[in-house]
């Protein structure tokens, strides 16, 4: 993590991803390549 004082505690990371429905997830690869991905999830509860 490059900005440590801004990083956020386990808890409220998997609290925004419950909730969230969209997003771009973002990593490093091979060599510090950036490259990112966007999802989208859905629920099929109470069909």
């Known amino acids: 993590m ?3 004082r801004q990083q956020l505690s386990d808890e409220k990371s ?3 991803l419950q909730k969230a429905t969209a997003g771009t997830l973002a990593l490093l690869g091979d060599n510090g390549y ?3 991905v966007h999802y989208t999830l ?3 509860a109470n069909t």
Do not use: E, T, V
Request: aromatic content about 16%; cysteine-free.
């Open 34 to 36: 950036p490259y990112s």
């Open 14 to 16: 998997i609290g925004i």
């Open 2 to 4: 490059r900005r440590k």
């Open 42 to 44: 859905f629920s099929q």
